[in-house]
């Protein structure tokens, strides 16, 4: 008789995220991501060696004053749901289209791409708020001769250091050109990587005190996976970025000047670290699951250890006691004037004899 086949199991398709699918063609500027904004706001900031002018404003025409000027221009861009915004200052910047689509596409994995006049580069911006929850955020920058674009998804990020050189004339960011402006962003991104690794090596130290202390509880299981994710989304952003930068210390454009090229070696060094700490600390993560589960397999192993010492103990009693429980007429035991107490104490004896040898085996 033919055996019956199972029913495969059906993937459930509807207990999936939902995404939103968009068929446009190439070059079509739409916003594809998760923080809606309608307002798009841009902070301008011109300066020179000795010229500094700081605008902020909701209108992104008013930067059209500031292009072919013998200054550098710094654009901050915040929010990409408006897109008709940006496309408009993609345009009067000459951006091809192909960017001001990727500008847009907030799951764009960092890259780096060179045209003619500027650069385009994709990073990600991680930081963590006040309740120690990660944002993740898509940045785009886009370099030129005597400008520099940057794109985000909402307001906040880790560029106040910059905006505080220029404001204070600090370092050589001032007397420096576009290219170091690039640098001096990059390096603001890479330098919060340190502290996002240094917030994720506390958050696994705090995990695996609670496991070595017997404290776990099944709330650790869901702590471990979230953490898990964190890894991930952390790695995604820092190992693409690692070859973005190898690619631009190289690249051979008359847009970065040599002397800018030393720093960008230290960033790559920077990149570096970054990436071998989160490769480390990613196999820690994933060994805090093992941990767990020995501990919980330790639990139990003394838990079944105190049974099983229990049970071998009342074994020889429960024996002891079922023999002279049977009800047989001629048990000569039963005759004895003080059967009753010499079969306590035999088993007195007998407990006590078990927990000595049980000791002597340091099983107790």
Known sequence: MAKPIKKKRKFRLDKLPKRKTVNQIPGAVTYRGSKEKLIT???????????????????????????????????N????????????????????????????????????DEYSDYLFLVFKML????????????VSMVVGKDYVLTFQE???????????????????????GADYLMFALLDAVIDNY???????????????????????????????QELKKEV?????????????????????????EDRTRNYIRDLYDHIIQVSE???????????LMDMYMTTISNKMNEIMKVLTIMASIFIPLTFMAGIYGMNFEYMPELKLKYGYFI??????????????????????
Do not use: C
């Open 127 to 138: 930081h963590y708020n006040d309740n120690a929850e990660m944002i993740y955020e898509h």
């Open 232 to 256: 991930l989304k952390i790695r995604r952003a820092i190992v693409p970025l690692r070859e973005v930068i190898n690619r631009l210390e190289k690249i051979d454009t008359p847009l970065i």
């Open 41 to 75: 706001k841009a902070e301008i900031i011109d300066y020179s060696k000795s010229h500094l002018e700081h605008l902020h404003t909701e209108n992104v025409s008013d930067a059209f004053n500031f292009k072919d000027t013998d200054r550098v221009t710094w654009i």
């Open 194 to 224: 340190f502290t996002v690794i240094e917030t994720l090596s506390d958050k696994i130290e705090v995990l695996e005190d609670l496991l070595f202390e017997s404290k776990a509880t099944d709330d650790i299981t869901q702590d471990i």
């Open 343 to 364: 079969l306590w104490g035999l088993m007195f004896v007998v407990l006590a004899l078990m927990i000595w040898y049980f000791r002597r085996k340091k099983w107790l």
């Open 154 to 176: 909402a307001d906040g990020d880790v560029f106040d250091g910059v905006r505080e050189r220029l404001m204070n004339d600090k370092g050589r960011i001032r007397q420096a």
């Open 77 to 112: 861009v915040d929010g990409l749901s408006n897109s008709r915004e940006i496309e408009i200052l993609g345009e009067h910047f000459e951006l091809h289209p192909l960017i001001q689509e990727d500008i847009v596409t907030t799951y764009q994995r960092p890259k780096l």
């Open 277 to 287: 700490s989160i490769d480390l600390y990613r196999e820690m993560v994933w060994g």
